[in-house]
């Protein structure tokens, strides 16, 4: 703030450099906050992160270098493989519905005359929701005996199922929260993308005579094709960072059948009080996601969106 | 919408370009149709006017639309009835199976039960002060920040502009550990900030996002009206202050909901950084009592906890989906 000094009408300095100067230190006057919050909590730690995985930190004395022992720790560790399993068929089985459906329904909502408002608000009220609060109600509804699911099972007569407690079921109830949490953000999205879709190319289309599913499939998904890849690339990014669902609904159990990269990383920190290993798993991971968020720098700077 | 008189001549088609933001096709006036009211939506999709009219085009819609309205109904709003009304039911009502659909008594009891045992008075305070708290920060510091990238164009503007839109590309999950330990022991200054404020306050700001929404917006505002305060002698803040503050209201309203909604709603990070009970925000509390509540107990402390969430969003709808939709196409 200092650099802020009123400038006198009369002393308008004849140096264009002079000038410059002072623009500058206002505007790194300006920046400073910025500069220094970012740099404390995002770039220094970006760099850690890379420092963190070849070292050994036992917060005593200072950290030790220790090559490839932290990468070594937790590849041979039981738990990687299914952690990188499980991350995988979370992300995609949370694709299959949660990247479908909320296209559908923006679909059918950008046709309806009625009721928009509501809809909206209730496709989008989930979303608002801390997730810890859904994730916690939904682990009520999975209590095997006196949850809403194995309810709603015996109403129709179906078996109950043991739901987070089985090995087979639980990743699926782990996915289930997630998509009821999330499915408003793409709906919304897409819903809005809709809308900017030219009446002509319906009309046009109409004219030629395409029917229903033709339309949709040669004006609304090439019209949306862009934001479709680029919610594609989102959602993955999104779900394989997925923790507090593991983390507040089965601990990564039965059996390692929850167990996430993510939630394997806290458990390293903060279980095992082994850092090192933590970060190398936290690097694993960041270079698997850079691929996607490198083809969504590529996508969205090509077309300019 | 407001253009639509002279939309009469229909443009060959273009083409295919993504989504130009106000789209022009709207209010067409075409041949036979009279303009019924000048309000009403022109807004055509997949199924034109004209087949919606017919007799079974009719049928169709209405049976779509009960299912879609149903549907939704219970897909999104049965969970958070039963959640409701879960804890209104005695802990003997909550056991008995087949579920009663409305709870016998209604007990409120519980309600003040959960609000005692769980010290949500205490976890709700902490969450508005770290709310509030990361809310002021973010816009001191990223308005700030904006402005000066966007007006003032320093040296290496460009360059500190990519690296904190660079932060974006990093997946948060990933750099939580050397958050966590650079917020424990701060380099250079050392300092520990775990179970202070300013380990939510200070990470919140960091945000790129923000930062590039308000760039873009600020980079809208006519240079002119800058020019012109400049020479009547105003400081770069006091034409922050006067001039691009009050036209920015939309943007800073945005990015004022998106910042408090996060932080609300944040729960890894304040796990981590706010281990003591008596500082913990309301999600990372009532975690972590969850498992010695009674199950209607616990759930009269989830509806508390949703309450403020969902008030805002009755409240700021709007811009809670103006931000969303800014964040999808740009990005």
């Known amino acids: 703030m200092t650099t802020m000094t009123a400038r006198g009408p009369q002393r308008r300095a004849p140096g264009a450099v002079r000038r410059g100067l002072r623009r500058n230190l206002t505007a790194y006057g300006f920046l400073c906050g910025a500069l220094i919050c970012f740099a404390f909590f995002s770039w220094y730690p970006m760099v850690r992160e890379f420092l963190l995985s070849f070292q050994k930190t036992n917060f005593v004395g200072p950290p030790e270098y220790v090559g490839l022992d932290n990468f070594q720790t937790v590849i041979e560790d039981s738990a990687f493989a299914p952690a990188w399993i499980n991350t995988a068929m979370f992300s995609g089985l949370a694709l299959i519905v949660g990247y479908a459906v909320p296209f559908v329904a923006a679909i059918v909502l950008n046709e309806l005359r009625h009721a928009r408002a509501y809809l909206r608000f209730v496709v989008y009220l989930p979303v608002m929701l801390p997730p810890a609060v859904a994730v916690l109600l939904f682990k009520w509804f999975y209590d095997p005996g006196a949850g809403l699911f194995n309810q709603i099972l015996g109403l129709a007569h179906l078996p109950a199922l043991s739901w987070l407690d089985s090995t087979s079921t639980a990743l699926i109830s782990l996915v289930i929260v997630s998509t009821w949490m999330n499915l408003g953000t793409g709906t919304l999205i897409y819903l809005a993308a809709l809308q900017s879709i030219p009446s002509e190319l319906y009309e046009a289309a109409e004219l030629d005579g395409a029917g229903l599913f033709k339309r949709v499939w040669h004006v609304t998904i090439p019209q949306t094709k862009l934001i479709l890849l680029v919610m594609l690339l989102l959602q993955i990014v999104a779900t394989m960072q997925v923790f507090i669902e593991p983390y507040l609904l089965t601990g990564g159990g039965p059996e390692n059948a929850t167990v996430t990269v993510a939630y394997l990383m806290y458990q390293y920190a903060f279980s095992f009080g082994n850092f090192g290993g933590g970060g190398a798993l936290g690097l694993m991971l960041m270079l698997v996601l850079m691929v996607f968020s490198a083809v969504y720098l590529r996508v969205s700077r090509d077309n300019q969106i | ?331």
């Open chain 2, 1 to 331: 919408m407001s253009h639509s008189t002279v939309e009469s001549s229909s443009r060959p088609s273009r083409p295919v370009r993504p989504a130009p933001p106000p789209s022009p096709g709207h209010g067409k006036t075409r041949r036979s149709r009279a303009p019924k009211k000048k309000m009403e939506r022109q807004f055509r999709g997949l199924v034109s006017p004209h087949t919606l009219n017919t007799r079974r085009g009719r049928t169709i819609y209405w049976i779509v639309l009960v299912t879609v309205v149903v549907g939704f109904t219970a897909i999104f709003v049965f969970p958070l009835y039963w959640m409701v009304t879960g804890a209104l039911k005695s802990s003997e009502e909550l056991a008995t199976i087949p579920p009663s659909f409305f709870p016998t008594s209604i007990d409120w009891s519980v309600y003040a039960e959960a609000w005692d045992q769980l010290d949500l008075g205490l976890f709700l305070r902490n969450t508005v002060i770290y709310a509030v708290g990361a809310w002021l920060f973010t816009l001191a510091i990223d308005v700030t920040a904006a402005y000066a990238l966007s007006k003032l164009r320093p040296m290496f503007g460009k360059l500190i502009l990519a690296l904190m839109l660079a932060t974006l590309m990093i997946p948060p999950m990933v750099i939580l550990l050397p958050a966590y330990l650079t917020v424990k022991d701060l380099p250079i200054l050392g300092w520990n900030l775990l179970n202070t404020p300013w380990a939510i306050w200070l990470p919140a700001a960091a945000n790129g996002f923000y930062i590039f929404l308000l760039k873009r917006f600020f980079d809208s505002i006519p240079r002119e009206l800058l020019e012109a305060a400049e020479i009547d002698g105003a400081t770069p803040f006091r034409i922050l202050w006067s001039i691009v503050l009050p036209v920015s209201r939309p943007i800073i309203g945005v990015v004022s909901i998106l910042s408090v909604v996060t932080v609300w709603k944040d729960f890894v990070w304040p796990l981590l950084v706010l281990p003591d009970s008596d500082k913990m925000s309301i999600s990372v509390g009532i975690s972590s009592l969850s498992a010695q509540m009674p199950q209607n107990v616990l759930m009269a402390a989830l509806v508390i906890a949703s309450i403020p969430a969902i008030v805002v969003f009755f409240i700021f709808q709007r811009s809670i989906m103006a931000g969303l939709t800014a964040g999808s196409l740009k990005g």
